[in-house]
């Protein structure tokens, strides 16, 4: 069996993750029923990290989220794991990064961001790398965030799915004044429509919502869906 480490910037990037590989069939190890409810990874037979979560295709690869907090911790903790793996008995097999595009050119973004992977995998160490960014090309109106992040991906998305949400959204930004950050529009987005969810099954629920879904689909890039598909596989990036 492959295992794979899946490197994201926090909590809303894990559960929009957990979402997406719900949605494409993989297995939630966590059962909250069981005891003790903590998860052992098998090919390391170490428990999985407090605040990770754990994922398992079929019978092919087991992947681990771990969120940090920012972008730069999450490349660092991807880095470290790279630089480490000579030392470790069951390195994993792939080593996988994602996070905001924010105001930086994309192709300039992941060339950067596979370069510090590259550079930090010892030449011995036979792992799979890859980096993605959250970004969503075009016009969507009203609603939507502009800076390149994952609020900006899910708020296009779900301005698309339901036309007039983007603009009572806007409206209400604008009512209640400031300078609305990216997370202003994901939570009002929250608030309005899924409010009884809370924020964690927020980023679950839009894989889980038909409309919301095709629209996602429809934003991920090729590069984006090739990556994180290839988990399934157990080959990856570079």
């Not at 792939?94 to 961001?113: F, G, K, W």
């Amino acid at each position: 069996m492959n295992w794979a480490e899946l490197h994201c910037e926090g909590f809303h990037d894990r559960s929009f993750l957990a979402g997406w590989l719900e949605a494409r069939g993989w297995t939630n190890l966590w059962r909250p029923e069981k005891t003790p409810a903590r998860i052992k990874n098998p090919m390391t037979q170490k428990f999985v990290g407090k605040g990770n979560f754990a994922f398992q295709f079929q019978e092919s690869t087991f992947l681990e989220i771990k969120p940090a907090y920012g972008k730069v911790k999450a490349v660092e903790n991807a880095c470290r794991t790279l630089k480490n793996s000579p030392t470790e008995t069951a390195p994993p097999t792939q080593v996988v990064v994602v996070c905001d595009l924010d105001e930086e050119d994309p192709d300039a973004c992941l060339q950067r961001l596979r370069t510090r992977l590259s550079d930090s995998r010892p030449p011995s160490a036979q792992i799979q790398t890859a980096a993605i960014i959250w970004h969503a090309d075009g016009d969507f109106g009203p609603g939507v965030p502009a800076k390149q992040t994952l609020e900006r991906l899910v708020c296009g998305a779900l301005s698309r799915a339901y036309k007039n949400r983007g603009q009572t959204v806007q409206e209400w930004l604008v009512a209640t004044g400031g300078n609305p950050m990216p997370k202003s529009y994901s939570w009002s987005h929250m608030a309005g429509w899924y409010a009884k969810h809370g924020c964690d099954d927020f980023y679950r629920l839009v894989w889980r919502e038909e409309l919301v879904r095709q629209e996602l689909q429809a934003l991920l890039d090729d590069r984006w869906k090739k990556e994180l598909t290839s988990l399934e596989s157990g080959s990856s990036g570079r």
